[in-house]
């Protein structure tokens, strides 16, 4: 059987994922009274809860006689470090954009990369039935994407498709005919994308995705480079730099058939399969026959921008909500994520109580910070702090970031301004339509940390940020922070709603009335710039008297929720964000209040 394999790229929330589950239904693959989720390529929870795709996966479809593998790709850059690897597994493209959005900043980094590797793209514009569609302005500004990213004139001479992936229909025509269904895109897949080049000699493999399965241990999926493998046959695992890992045997070959994996007895060059039996072998390594002396070259991965601080939860509820709280168990954790997921990088402290984790973005910290309290996980995390590196002439250089902002007019100033005050650079402003303009900046990374709360609070909801990775260039200087002190807790107890209630002057809270509180826990934002010490514990003092007005019941205002992301941009670098399975607190570094003046004093002398 001939083999077609593809990566399906789009930005964030274009219709990549529903589009998949149209493929995998109208080619037969589900049985017709078989039950089957919606978007059933999100397998796990936090994609379905956030829409987004996290984990590259691979699924294959039948077509006329022909197999063709398809790998869903993360469409955000911070999870870009699975991009990479996947590109290399491909010989196609199918490039899903929004008939009304047209290309955006995470499409253009996977783009990027798909073009660089020499990919033939199939552009296909979905959701053409929306009222605001514009799909011949969104043609051409594909067209001058791929023209920016040096794409060949082949590439450039892609075909197009029209369509829309929740009606299950794609044509070259945008009215349709629709009742083809999605037969026009797989015909064209198999027609414009060339069959896997093969190379000579015995079985080759680099391995590109790395999961843990509970029975057959770890599992490697990747594309079969050269010559073929069978259950049992002996192999060897070489690193990058072409050093003996380890020698085993291979225990189950895996093909992806729909969304099932089913043993097959043997798989040939070109096939995308996954391997099982080997317990060293991981992500970018070459699986061989032993009589391979040379390892594969495997994708360069881009360099880590953002780092924190993951600290063994020190605070006096460590233990009352999660029942993994120790240093060992963070640890082997955090190495695990790391064997898996080439794009962060770990490295502990001296003092081995905390782990300083390295990755793309803010958002891939949250979502495993978010994954290891589901797991129950207790942990302490610092402020997300930027990677500086410094050139041949000792000069200090940031990452910067293209910011593109889509957002109503009326609010287009605000946005302006508060960019300028982050050290952000315009390049560009246009009308998009629909009274509202595309604003896009170059601004450094730390300048960006928590601007996405402030930004939807200015512009009522209505702004759209995407950031993409730019380059590295000279430090821009300071930028300024919090303007606002916050509201500490003063002794350990319960958070009484009548001491709530007389603080509301001093500044909103982040906390509900019978909280658990502790000294040197964070309770509210203070309506000045400095921290204050208060008393949350005061209840009313009771007597035999009655009081001249009613005696109501407290109304409170309602605290601000502090979510996960919310809460590491907004702390400062002296404060920290305890994860429980259960809660999320914000405390001061130092609990005692003693200690943190002598750090502050410390910390004073030192900038002096």
């Given at each position: 059987m001939?083999i077609r394999?593809?990566?399906?790229i789009?930005?964030?929330?274009h219709?990549?994922t529903?589009?998949v589950?149209?493929?995998?239904?109208?080619?037969g693959?589900?049985?017709?009274?078989?039950?089957?989720?919606?978007r059933?390529?999100d397998?796990n929870?936090?994609?379905?809860e956030?829409?987004?795709?996290i984990l590259?996966k691979?699924?294959s479809v039948?077509?006329?006689?022909?197999r063709?593998n398809i790998?869903d790709?993360?469409?955000?850059?911070?999870?870009?470090?699975?991009v990479?690897?996947i590109l290399s597994m491909?010989d196609?493209?199918?490039?899903l954009?929004?008939a009304?959005?047209g290309?955006?900043?995470?499409?253009k980094?996977v783009?990027g990369?798909?073009?660089?590797?020499?990919?033939k793209?199939?552009v296909?514009i979905n959701?053409?039935?929306r009222?605001?569609?514009?799909?011949?302005e969104?043609?051409?500004?594909v067209?001058d994407?791929?023209?920016a990213l040096d794409?060949s004139?082949?590439q450039?001479?892609?075909?197009?498709?029209?369509?829309?992936?929740r009606?299950?229909?794609?044509n070259?025509?945008?009215e349709?005919?629709?009742?083809?269904?999605?037969?026009?895109?797989l015909?064209?897949?198999l027609?414009?994308?060339?069959?896997?080049?093969v190379?000579?000699?015995?079985?080759?493999?680099?391995?590109?995705?790395l999961?843990?399965?509970?029975?057959l241990?770890?599992?490697?999926t990747?594309?079969?480079?050269?010559?073929?493998?069978k259950p049992?046959?002996?192999?060897k695992?070489?690193?990058?730099?072409?050093?003996?890992?380890e020698?085993?045997r291979?225990?189950k070959?895996?093909a992806?058939?729909g969304?099932?994996?089913?043993p097959?007895?043997e798989?040939?060059a070109?096939?995308?399969?996954?391997?099982?039996?080997?317990?060293?072998?991981?992500v970018?390594?070459?699986f061989?026959?032993?009589?391979?002396?040379e390892?594969?070259t495997?994708q360069?991965i881009?360099?880590?921008t953002?780092?924190?601080s993951?600290i063994?939860n020190?605070s006096?509820?460590?233990?009352?909500e999660?029942d993994?709280?120790?240093?060992?168990?963070i640890?082997?954790?955090?190495?695990?994520e790391?064997e898996?997921n080439?794009?962060?990088?770990?490295?502990?402290?001296s003092?081995?109580?905390?782990?300083?984790?390295?990755?793309?973005?803010?958002?891939?910290?949250?979502v495993?910070?978010?994954t290891?309290r589901r797991?129950?996980?207790e942990?302490?995390?610092?402020?997300?702090?930027?990677?500086m590196?410094?050139d041949e002439?000792?000069q200090l250089?940031?990452p910067i970031?293209e910011?593109?902002?889509?957002?109503?007019?009326?609010?287009?100033g605000v946005v302006?301004?508060?960019m300028?005050?982050?050290k952000?650079?315009?390049v560009?402003l246009?009308?998009s339509g629909?009274?509202r303009v595309r604003?896009?900046f170059f601004a450094?990374?730390?300048g960006?940390?928590?601007?996405q709360s402030?930004l939807?609070?200015d512009t009522?909801g209505?702004?759209?940020?995407?950031?993409?990775f730019h380059?590295?260039?000279p430090?821009?200087g300071?930028?300024?922070?919090?303007?606002?002190?916050v509201?500490?807790?003063n002794e350990?107890?319960e958070?009484?709603?009548?001491?709530?209630?007389?603080?509301e002057d001093?500044?909103?809270?982040?906390?509900?009335p019978?909280?658990?509180v502790?000294?040197g826990m964070?309770?509210?934002?203070h309506?000045r710039?400095?921290d204050?010490e208060?008393?949350v514990?005061?209840?009313?003092?009771?007597?035999?008297?009655?009081?001249a007005g009613?005696?109501?019941a407290?109304?409170?205002?309602?605290?601000?929720?502090?979510t996960?992301e919310?809460?590491?941009s907004?702390?400062q670098d002296d404060?920290l964000v305890?994860?429980?399975?259960?809660?999320?607190?914000?405390?001061?570094?130092?609990?005692?209040?003693?200690?943190?003046?002598?750090?502050?004093?410390?910390r004073t002398?030192?900038?002096?």
């Amino acid at each position: 059987m001939s083999i077609r394999n593809i990566a399906i790229i789009a930005h964030v929330d274009h219709g990549k994922t529903t589009l998949v589950d149209e493929l995998l239904k109208q080619s037969g693959s589900f049985r017709e009274n078989q039950r089957v989720a919606e978007r059933v390529m999100d397998s796990n929870d936090l994609e379905k809860e956030r829409g987004i795709t996290i984990l590259a996966k691979a699924t294959s479809v039948e077509w006329k006689g022909t197999r063709i593998n398809i790998v869903d790709t993360p469409g955000h850059a911070d999870f870009g470090g699975e991009v990479e690897r996947i590109l290399s597994m491909v010989d196609g493209a199918i490039v899903l954009v929004d008939a009304s959005e047209g290309p955006m900043p995470q499409t253009k980094f996977v783009v990027g990369k798909a073009l660089k590797v020499g990919l033939k793209p199939i552009v296909a514009i979905n959701k053409i039935d929306r009222p605001d569609g514009r799909h011949e302005e969104v043609i051409n500004e594909v067209f001058d994407l791929f023209a920016a990213l040096d794409a060949s004139d082949e590439q450039l001479d892609f075909p197009i498709l029209y369509g829309s992936g929740r009606d299950g229909w794609m044509n070259v025509n945008p009215e349709g005919p629709k009742d083809q269904g999605m037969g026009p895109l797989l015909d064209l897949v198999l027609n414009h994308v060339p069959e896997p080049t093969v190379a000579e000699g015995p079985f080759r493999m680099i391995g590109t995705i790395l999961e843990a399965n509970p029975f057959l241990g770890r599992i490697i999926t990747g594309r079969v480079h050269s010559g073929s493998v069978k259950p049992n046959q002996a192999v060897k695992v070489l690193g990058q730099d072409g050093k003996l890992l380890e020698s085993g045997r291979i225990s189950k070959i895996l093909a992806f058939r729909g969304i099932e994996r089913q043993p097959i007895e043997e798989a040939h060059a070109g096939d995308i399969v996954a391997i099982a039996g080997l317990t060293k072998g991981t992500v970018a390594d070459t699986f061989c026959d032993p009589s391979v002396a040379e390892a594969l070259t495997a994708q360069p991965i881009d360099p880590p921008t953002v780092t924190m601080s993951f600290i063994v939860n020190d605070s006096p509820l460590a233990g009352t909500e999660g029942d993994k709280v120790t240093s060992r168990v963070i640890r082997d954790r955090l190495f695990k994520e790391a064997e898996g997921n080439v794009a962060l990088k770990i490295e502990e402290s001296s003092e081995k109580d905390s782990f300083f984790v390295s990755g793309r973005g803010e958002l891939q910290l949250a979502v495993l910070i978010e994954t290891m309290r589901r797991e129950g996980f207790e942990l302490a995390v610092s402020r997300p702090r930027v990677v500086m590196h410094k050139d041949e002439s000792g000069q200090l250089l940031e990452p910067i970031e293209e910011v593109v902002i889509d957002v109503d007019e009326e609010h287009s100033g605000v946005v302006v301004q508060k960019m300028s005050e982050r050290k952000a650079e315009m390049v560009e402003l246009r009308p998009s339509g629909g009274n509202r303009v595309r604003l896009v900046f170059f601004a450094p990374t730390r300048g960006l940390i928590g601007y996405q709360s402030e930004l939807l609070t200015d512009t009522r909801g209505t702004a759209i940020m995407n950031r993409l990775f730019h380059d590295y260039q000279p430090y821009k200087g300071e930028i300024g922070g919090r303007i606002n002190g916050v509201l500490l807790a003063n002794e350990p107890g319960e958070a009484v709603a009548y001491a709530l209630f007389n603080l509301e002057d001093r500044g909103p809270m982040v906390i509900e009335p019978g909280e658990k509180v502790y000294e040197g826990m964070i309770i509210g934002i203070h309506t000045r710039d400095n921290d204050l010490e208060v008393n949350v514990l005061k209840g009313k003092k009771l007597t035999n008297m009655r009081a001249a007005g009613k005696d109501e019941a407290v109304r409170l205002t309602p605290p601000i929720k502090m979510t996960l992301e919310r809460a590491l941009s907004w702390i400062q670098d002296d404060e920290l964000v305890e994860v429980t399975p259960k809660s999320i607190r914000l405390r001061k570094l130092h609990l005692d209040p003693h200690e943190r003046k002598r750090f502050e004093k410390a910390r004073t002398a030192g900038a002096a």
